[in-house]
């Protein structure tokens, strides 16, 4: 299967009221990620 047959499930995070940098806290997010699985 495809990443891109697996959108519906992933999760969204809305960043654009966030001050200063959010890019710390997705990473984060991200390395809790297993390989594959596409959602938090």
Do not use: E, Y
Request: aromatic share 10%; no cysteine.
């Amino acid at each position: 299967m495809d990443w891109k047959d697996k959108i519906g499930s992933f999760k969204q995070i809305d960043v654009r009221g966030i001050q200063g940098n959010f890019f710390q806290g997705l990473k984060k997010q991200a390395m809790q990620l297993s390989v594959g699985s596409g959602k938090g």
